[in-house]
């Protein structure tokens, strides 16, 4: 080629290079997530490289989630389904079954060691408890599963995926020395909490604390009048102050056991769901700092 026309042709290869990489950079991956925690657990790892969409969000239930048509068309749309698994949102599946969706699914809880919680509270069978996120050291699992899912469908992000979840591991760690340091200093009489559903069996076992609620693990099971009289009697036995209620949940039911407790009903807490944007827990991070502030205030009382 002649030095003159390469001369002229450079600047317009360069040009299309630049397009190219802008055009890739516009173009992030497309992803799912069953609920708002999924959803801000890929953005963390994603980054700009994703574009997420959250199937059940903030302040919703995703044990009583119904899916919509508009779901359908969110997960043929994606490249990639997250999914909690452990039994907590079967509906996800069935969904994904009936839209025909050909993409990828990562289970962001595997190898997460899951709990079992005894046949009770209206159930004939041993229940597995799906909460895994309420551990920190689960969430660890959950960004790294997650961070391979997104580098088998985008080997070019992967430096970015790692580099973003190690980033994150450290601040998951951070906030684990932190909670064992809140609630090292509550004398171990003390650490009783109410909520309205098993919703924090691992983080109960994880900080060495005592969980207890009228609901089981799934908010679709309504607590029968005697487990609840039983619950009353309980608070009212071991001098229970620390009585909360869930931002998903129904407030009511524990307003009425808090009263016929009386005790008085504390702060709102996020379990299975983040808050909307501008409140308390609007990230994970946020939600587990948020909680832990309250449930330590809480049981102070106790």
Do not use: C
Request: glycine share 6%.
């Amino acid at each position: 080629m002649h030095p003159l026309i390469r001369k002229l042709l450079a600047p317009l290869a360069a040009a299309t290079l630049l397009m190219a990489g802008t055009a890739a950079l516009a173009d992030p991956l497309p992803v799912t997530a069953s609920f708002s925690i999924l959803g801000d657990l890929v953005k963390v790892v994603g980054g700009e490289r994703v574009n997420v969409t959250t199937l059940v969000g903030p302040d919703e239930d995703a044990h009583v989630f119904e899916p919509k048509p508009g779901d359908a068309k969110a997960i043929l749309q994606s490249r990639l389904l997250v999914t909690n698994g452990l039994g907590f949102e079967p509906w996800a599946q069935k969904l994904a079954r009936s839209a025909n969706y050909k993409g990828a699914t990562v289970v962001a809880s595997k190898g997460v060691k899951a709990r079992t919680l005894p046949a009770e509270k209206g159930h004939h069978h041993a229940e597995t408890d799906p909460h895994a996120w309420q551990d920190p050291t689960n969430t660890i699992l959950y960004v790294r599963n997650i961070a391979t899912a997104l580098t088998q469908l985008d080997p070019a992000g992967a430096e970015t995926f790692q580099r973003n979840t190690d980033a994150y591991v450290k601040e998951l760690e951070a906030l684990d020395a932190w909670a064992r340091q809140q609630i090292a200093a509550l004398p171990a009489d003390k650490r009783k909490v109410i909520t309205s559903h098993d919703a924090f069996g691992y983080f109960a076992a994880h900080y060495g604390l005592t969980f207890l609620a009228p609901q089981g693990v799934s908010t679709e099971a309504e607590p029968s009048a005697k487990e609840v009289a039983e619950l009353i009697r309980q608070i009212r036995r071991e001098k229970i102050k620390a009585v909360f209620f869930e931002n998903m949940s129904n407030p009511k039911l524990l307003a009425q056991l808090s009263k016929d407790a009386g005790v008085t009903l504390g702060a709102e807490l996020y379990a299975d769901a983040l808050s909307p944007a501008g409140q308390p827990g609007a990230t994970y991070l946020q939600m587990m700092r948020h909680n832990i502030t309250q449930l330590t205030t809480g049981m102070q009382q106790n």
